[in-house]
């Protein structure tokens, strides 16, 4: 089993839509979760930051985590065709450390 | 918006040569480390740096790979003898303190003939 678990795609909504991005992981060491946008050939960019199981929102993106089900999720609100591009989840197991674990990545399309 | 720097943008090299890939951390941040991501693939870890020592390596991060941190501003990546499996996207991040959030850079683009 993999550690980290996701779904590739593509996923393609129309614009306005919700979106919903999931990704298990199998490893309960896991501490820290993190939701990343990468555009094609372009570095990740940090998105979503959370530690806690629960739900944290920042404008049309809300991360949600789920230690005791081992699942994260990222919703993306009123989607616009600006995000599309490949999101990635990932998380780390130490405070002082960030050797952290990718998911594979969902490719994600909004039509406009 | 501080951002990680990454140069060169691309790099072409011969199997067998040494590189060297040269990135500028986000000022004042104090952890380092470098990724990569081969074409189609996850981004894997390759290694972190603080307090000018290496802090954690993964296996991919064998004898053939080297990190520095020369002066108060550059962190580079060398690579001693390339191999065709190092064509990859490799990108530096940085993070200002324990806790905080990792910055990416755009990444240097690796291809070995």
């Known amino acids: 089993q993999k550690e980290v678990e996701q779904d590739p795609g593509p996923l393609s909504v129309p614009e306005g839509a919700i979106v919903s991005l999931n990704c298990t992981y199998s490893?309960?060491?896991?501490?820290?979760f993190m939701w990343y946008r990468q555009y094609s050939r372009k570095g990740p960019e940090l998105l979503m930051y959370t530690y806690s199981s629960g739900n944290k929102e920042d404008g049309r993106f809300t991360a949600q985590v789920d230690k005791s089900s081992k699942y994260i999720s990222l919703f993306i609100r009123d989607s616009q065709p600006s995000d599309s591009a490949t999101y990635l989840c990932?998380?780390?197991?130490?405070?002082?450390?960030?050797?952290?674990?990718f998911g594979s990545g969902t490719r994600l399309q909004v039509q406009p | 918006e501080p951002e990680v720097t990454q140069t060169p943008s691309h790099q072409v090299t011969q199997m067998g040569q040494e590189v060297i890939l040269r990135c500028v951390p986000i000022s004042n941040h104090l952890y380092f480390y470098w990724y990569r991501q081969i074409l189609g693939q996850k981004v894997e870890f390759l290694v972190s740096f603080y307090n000018n020592e290496i802090s954690e390596k993964s296996e991919i991060f064998d004898d053939q790979f080297s990190v520095e941190r020369p002066d108060g501003s550059n962190f580079t990546l060398k690579i001693r003898s390339t191999k065709l499996e190092d064509s990859a996207m490799y990108f530096c991040a940085s993070m200002g303190g324990a806790n905080e959030k990792l910055f990416f850079g755009s990444g240097t683009q690796l291809s070995v003939l």
């Open positions: 490893n309960s060491a896991f501490q820290y």
């Open positions: 990932a998380m780390g197991m130490d405070t002082g450390r960030r050797a952290l674990t």
